[in-house]
């Protein structure tokens, strides 16, 4: 059982933890001013230690190297006792296991730095076997330059034994590299020990500032994940080394380990600013729902349009435009990199309202055929009695015209140089000229259940609001979802493009055929959270900020998800759920 550590925010795979020492540490940071090592087994036999809540207890142990064999490994294995002080458990990937340690140090990381897919397997496979609410520790292998990219695989714990070993050696350590000492011709810090000139400036004052440096880069990776945007910062650190970046691209390609543990809804800023931003887990499940729960109920006609700078879409001047001209008389889709496509509905769902990309009018190759897929995709999908293409000549008009040849659809193209252009607007206009209007209610009753499709899965709009009445509290998209006997359902919420059920909608989800993610507790009944402890079992599939029911044997909730479902679970500390509304049985 983990008693010392214990997670309280995460970034995909990273997390804000607490070390709870007599002075508490928080992670990713630093542990070598309160780490004790008991020592190595290998040596001589070691008497177990009295340990202290003071410090983080290395237990007896014996440290292999990668690529030990089995049998080896099988015959020297250690069996660690239970204590009750914060204790450390060393580890390889193929031995971890829940050992009653609030730590576990990979004894064998030394074998894999620098080898991107060999460190990507070995952090995956240690993660999967170890408790979610253990810390993590690469011992030896942090510097300024690659703590980032540790963080976001998940590694909690580090020391400064590399970075200052480096110093000694005479090398100079940054966050975008390293300098001999003697080729400098200045300090390029401010820190303590750099306060003096170069001349006068010691290995033991590099050592010094290597370290000072490593605690300031895992202060500001602590403060990405704070924000939810450890992501942005990795995307152009990772382009400072080789290892790096194949490191970071080998954890992309691990989708079902990132994705797990990645938000569904945040309120931060997704910046797309390279080429992987489209690996993303963001990106790749907007786009996965789109084309595989989305329904279009409109019987309009779809106009493409191009994306805008302006989040989200209808509240830009080149899209009021649009709609000008529409005037309710087709169902409006924007293209866009690195999103896809965005059916109107779902304009405001993250991350649709919250990207920021890069604006140069030049597409690269992989955006142009990542657009063209999912295009392809959602129009497999979706029929449409006309489809109508008013996007810009260039990168938006050839992915319309290579899904157009591969699917034997016939597109009616109505810009004249500039989307916005007085001819380019007149074009739209007359092109719809003739075609029905769908009325502001039944465009409601749409939003409600693409959002439920989208959230909740495949038929998930019928199956809960077929019957359903909707009302605004001001303003579209302040929408509030209501059945025939005056009881609300589900609210919007527009920081997030999501819906909110209310402990009446909940029970009507929890009694549907919709996919249900449902959290069974103990018997209690919540007030505010419910803690890890408390959860008896959790849906597989859920993941943090999805809509979840609570029920137990003396109550029954709807909430938000504060972690995954398998990490409720395996988790003995941290809030599981938070809760919204809850009913005593």
Not at 143 to 159: C, E, K, M, Q
Request: proline share 5%.
């Amino acid at each position: 059982m983990t008693d010392y550590f214990e997670v309280h925010a995460r970034d995909g795979a990273a997390r804000i933890g607490e070390l709870r020492l007599s002075d508490s540490v928080t992670t990713p940071g630093l542990v070598d001013d309160v780490m004790e090592d008991a020592g190595s087994l290998w040596a001589a036999e070691r008497e177990l230690p009295d340990g202290s809540e003071d410090v983080l207890t290395v237990l007896p142990h014996r440290s292999l190297p990668a690529g030990t064999a089995d049998e080896v490994r099988d015959s020297f294995a250690v069996e660690y006792p239970d204590v009750d002080y914060p204790s450390a458990a060393v580890v390889t990937p193929d031995t971890a296991e829940d050992y009653g340690a609030d730590a576990y140090i990979l004894s064998d990381a030394q074998g894999y730095l620098g080898h991107a897919r060999a460190f990507r397997d070995a952090i995956i496979e240690a993660k999967e076997a170890l408790p979610a609410d253990s810390g993590l520790m690469l011992s030896g292998a942090a510097t300024p330059r690659n703590v980032s990219i540790l963080a976001y695989a998940g590694v909690d714990l580090f020391d400064a034994k590399l970075a200052r070993a480096r110093g000694l050696e005479g090398f100079y350590l940054t966050t975008d590299g390293e300098y001999f000492l003697e080729d400098l011709d200045e300090l390029p810090c401010a820190c303590a020990a750099c306060q003096q000139s170069v001349e006068e400036f010691t290995r033991a004052d590099c050592a010094e500032h290597n370290a000072n440096a490593l605690a300031a880069e895992l202060a500001r990776v602590r403060r990405r994940i704070r924000d939810g945007r450890l992501r942005d910062y990795v995307e152009g650190q990772a382009r400072h080394d080789q290892w790096l970046t194949a490191t970071f691209r080998r954890f992309d390609q691990q989708y079902s380990y990132m994705e797990e543990r990645t938000p569904v809804i945040r309120d931060s800023e997704l910046t797309a600013a390279s080429e992987e931003s489209i690996d993303r887990v963001e990106i790749q499940r907007f786009a996965d729902r789109v084309t595989s729960r989305y329904k279009n109920r409109f019987d309009n006609p779809l106009v493409l349009l191009p994306c805008s700078a302006k989040k989200p879409y209808s509240e830009s001047q080149s899209h009021r435009q649009f709609q000008e001209a529409v005037q309710f008389r087709a169902h409006m889709v924007s293209m866009t990199s690195p999103i896809g496509v965005v059916p109107q509905e779902l304009e405001l769902t993250y991350p649709a309202q919250h990207y920021d990309s890069v604006v140069t009018g030049d597409w690269s190759e992989d955006e142009m055929r990542f657009v063209a897929e999912v295009l392809r995709r959602y129009l497999k999908r979706n029929d449409y009695s006309r489809i109508i293409a008013h996007v810009p000549p260039g990168a938006y008009t050839e992915i319309v015209e290579r899904v157009e040849e591969d699917l034997g659809l016939d597109v009616e193209y109505t810009v004249e140089g500039h989307p916005t252009a007085t001819e380019s607007i007149s074009n739209l206009m007359s092109t719809l000229s003739g075609e029905p209007k769908f009325t502001r209610e039944q465009r409601e009753n749409n939003v409600v259940k693409a959002l439920a499709d989208y959230q909740f899965g495949d038929g998930a709009g019928e199956e809960l609001f077929s019957n359903v009445e909707i009302s605004m509290t001001s303003r579209y998209p302040k929408l509030q979802v209501w059945n025939d006997e005056g009881e609300q359902l589900a609210t919007m919420v527009p920081q997030y493009g999501m819906l909110a059920f209310t402990l009446e909608g909940a029970k009507v989800w929890y009694d549907s055929d919709a996919p249900t993610k449902v959290v069974e507790i103990d018997g209690f009944v919540p007030h505010g959270s419910v803690l890890a402890p408390g959860v008896v079992d959790a849906d597989e599939e859920i993941r943090p900020g999805d809509e979840v029911v609570v029920e137990g044997p003396k109550a029954f909730a709807i909430g938000r998800a504060e972690m995954s479902g398998p990490e409720m679970v395996s988790s003995m500390r941290g809030i599981g759920v938070e809760i919204r509304h809850v009913e005593e049985k």
